[in-house]
C-alpha cells in the first residue's frame, strides 16, 4: 500500500519524489538499526524461525547454546544437558550398532536426535517436537496383525496412551510391570532414601568475617 | 490556497524528521543504558541483621561442619570479600545438587549465560507478588538456617498459584508432612513438593536430591518409577498420574482410572501361566 501511494504521489507531484526517498531510505535504517540493535541488546528472539518447544523456550534468546553459526544440531548439543533422562535409552546406539537392528536405521535415522525431535516446528505438547506416529516407521506391525492384543490400535498411541516410551522405557515396560503386578495400593514400608547430615564439630565455631558484613564492602 | 496548503506539508515532513531525530536518540540512550547498566552497590548489614543471622548459622548443619561465614563470603584464591555468593559458592560443596539444579528449568537460564529465571517468565500461574524473583539457590533455600523443611514446600508456594500446587495444602500427602512436625529435614514419611519434583535418588551408596525440577515431569511415568513407588504400587500410581483431573487435585482421593495397559499385562501373564502348566 504504502509503496503503490508514492508511486501514484511520484506521477503527479514531483516534490513528492524527494520526500518518499527520504521515507524508503528511513525504513532501511530503521530497520537495519532494528536488526543491528537486537543484536547488540541481545533481544534475538526477534529471528527465532518459529515457536520454540516448552522447555527450551525459557532460553531461546541464547541461540549459541544449541546453535554454532549454521552448523546442523550435533547429538552432543542435546547430551549435554540431557544424559541424564538418556541414560537407559531403549533406543540408543548401543541397539542400533548391532546388525540385528542396523538396517532399521534405514527407515528412521533413529541415532540422531534431530530425525525425530524438530525444534520451532510446533506440533503439540511434549518435550521438543515431534510427530506422534514416528514408532510407526519400524513398528506398524503391531498394529496390523502381527501383536493379537494390540491389532487396530492408534498410530499414536503408543506413548500418547500412557504405555510405550522411545527412550526410558525402564518405568513402563512390559516386563517391568509384570515384575509390580498386583501390588497392595500402599506398601507395607515407605521406602524413600533416607539423607543423612553428618556432623565434625560438636558445637559451632565462632563466626568469622563479622567485620567484614557491618562495612559492606564488597 | 494551493501555496498555503504546500508550506503546510513542508512544515509537516520538518516535524517529522525531528520526531525521527527524537526516535533515534532515545534508541541509542537505551542501547547504551542497556550495555552499561548503572551498578548496584551492595548494602551494608546492621548490627541487628548480622546478629540475626549468626544465631541461625549457629544452629545450622553449616556451623556443625565447620562452614564459615568466609566459607561463602570470601573468595579462595585473592581473600575478597564476597556481598552476595552465588550459585557458585553452593557449588563447590554440593556439586550434585546445583549440577542438576542447572539443568533443569529453575536453573537453565543461569547455565545458559541469560539472567536468572523469574515468575514473570513462566507460562504457568504464579504469585503476583513474586514475580521479580530471581531464581537462584537461595531463592528457595534460607542458606544461613539451611533448614530444608521451609525448601520442601512454602518455599514453592511462594511463587506458584496453579491448581496443582495450591491444592497440596488439602491433601493426604500434606498431612503426613504436617503430622511429621518440623524436623530439621523432611523425613522417609513425608511427602512434599520436593518429594516428586526435587526426588531423592541414590547413587553409589549416596543419597542427593536431584534439583533438576524438570526431571520427573515427562515423561510421567518417570515419577512413577524414581518416586511413587517408594510407597505405592506400579497400578495405584500410574491410575493417579495419568488422571489429569486427579494429578490437578493433588491425589485428593483414590484413583479411580483403571489404564488398559493392565488388563493386557495381565491377559499376557495367564497366557504365560497356562503355557507353563501345560
Request: proline share 5%; aromatic share 6%.
Amino acid at each position: 500500500m504504502g509503496k503503490m501511494g508514492s508511486n501514484l504521489g511520484r506521477s503527479f507531484k514531483p516534490a513528492k519524489l524527494l520526500q518518499s526517498k527520504f521515507v524508503i531510505i528511513g525504513i532501511m535504517i530503521l530497520v537495519l538499526t532494528w536488526l543491528s540493535g537486537a543484536i547488540a541488546l541481545d533481544k534475538r528472539s526477534v529471528f527465532l524461525p518459529g515457536e520454540t518447544s516448552e522447555g527450551h523456550v525459557l532460553f531461546e534468546v541464547s541461540c549459541n547454546s544449541c546453535h554454532e553459526s549454521f552448523k546442523p544440531i550435533t547429538n552432543e548439543t542435546c547430551t549435554r544437558c540431557h544424559e541424564a533422562e538418556l541414560a537407559t535409552d531403549a533406543h540408543g546406539a548401543k541397539k542400533f550398532r548391532d546388525p540385528r537392528w542396523a538396517e532399521l536405521r534405514e527407515n528412521l535415522d533413529v541415532m540422531t536426535c534431530t530425525a525425530c525431535h524438530e525444534e520451532h516446528v510446533h506440533m503439540f505438547g511434549r518435550g521438543v517436537h515431534l510427530k506422534p506416529d514416528l514408532c510407526m516407521a519400524c513398528h506398524e506391525g503391531v498394529i496390523q496383525g502381527d501383536l493379537a492384543s494390540h491389532n487396530g490400535f492408534a498410530a499414536d498411541g503408543c506413548w500418547t496412551a500412557g504405555c510405550h516410551n522411545f527412550h526410558d522405557h525402564s518405568g513402563i515396560s512390559t516386563g517391568f510391570l509384570r515384575q509390580n503386578l498386583d501390588k497392595p495400593d500402599m506398601l507395607p514400608k515407605p521406602v524413600l532414601p533416607k539423607l543423612t547430615v553428618t556432623a565434625e564439630l560438636d558445637t559451632p565455631p565462632e563466626p568469622d568475617l563479622s567485620k567484614e558484613f557491618l562495612e559492606g564492602k564488597s | 490556497m494551493k501555496k498555503r496548503a504546500g508550506v503546510q506539508r513542508r512544515g509537516g515532513a520538518e516535524v517529522k524528521k525531528e520526531k525521527i531525530f527524537v526516535c533515534l536518540l532515545c534508541f541509542f540512550l537505551l542501547l547504551v543504558f542497556n550495555l552499561f547498566p548503572v551498578p548496584v552497590l551492595a548494602g551494608e548489614v546492621s548490627q541487628s541483621e548480622l546478629d540475626e543471622i549468626n544465631n541461625l548459622w549457629r544452629n545450622s548443619a553449616h556451623a556443625l561442619a565447620d562452614v564459615n561465614c568466609s566459607s561463602c563470603h570470601q573468595n579462595e584464591e585473592t581473600k575478597k570479600f564476597v556481598a552476595k555468593p552465588t550459585h557458585e559458592s553452593c557449588q563447590s560443596c554440593h556439586e550434585d545438587s546445583v549440577d542438576t539444579f542447572l539443568l533443569g528449568k529453575h536453573g537453565i537460564r543461569i547455565l545458559e549465560g541469560l539472567s536468572p529465571l523469574t515468575p514473570a517468565m513462566a507460562h504457568i500461574p504464579m504469585k503476583e507478588s513474586a514475580m521479580d524473583k530471581q531464581m537462584n539457590c537461595n531463592t528457595c533455600h534460607n542458606v544461613h538456617s539451611v533448614n530444608t523443611y521451609p525448601a520442601a514446600v512454602d518455599s514453592c508456594l511462594t511463587c506458584h498459584n496453579d491448581t496443582h500446587s495450591l491444592n497440596y495444602q488439602d491433601s493426604k500427602h500434606a498431612q503426613i508432612f504436617a503430622d511429621a512436625g518440623s524436623l530439621p529435614r523432611p523425613n522417609e514419611e513425608s511427602v512434599t513438593c520436593a518429594t516428586c519434583h526435587l526426588p531423592r535418588q541414590k547413587i553409589n551408596q549416596t543419597t542427593l536430591v536431584n534439583h533438576n525440577n524438570t526431571y520427573t515431569l515427562l515423561p510421567r511415568d518417570r515419577m512413577v518409577k524414581e518416586v511413587c513407588m517408594h510407597c505405592h504400587s506400579v497400578e495405584y500410581a500410574y491410575n493417579s498420574i495419568f488422571d489429569d483431573e486427579l494429578v490437578e487435585a493433588n491425589f485428593a482421593r483414590p484413583p479411580t482410572l483403571k489404564l488398559e495397559t493392565f488388563e493386557l499385562v495381565r491377559a499376557l501373564e495367564k497366557k504365560r501361566s497356562s503355557k507353563v502348566n501345560k
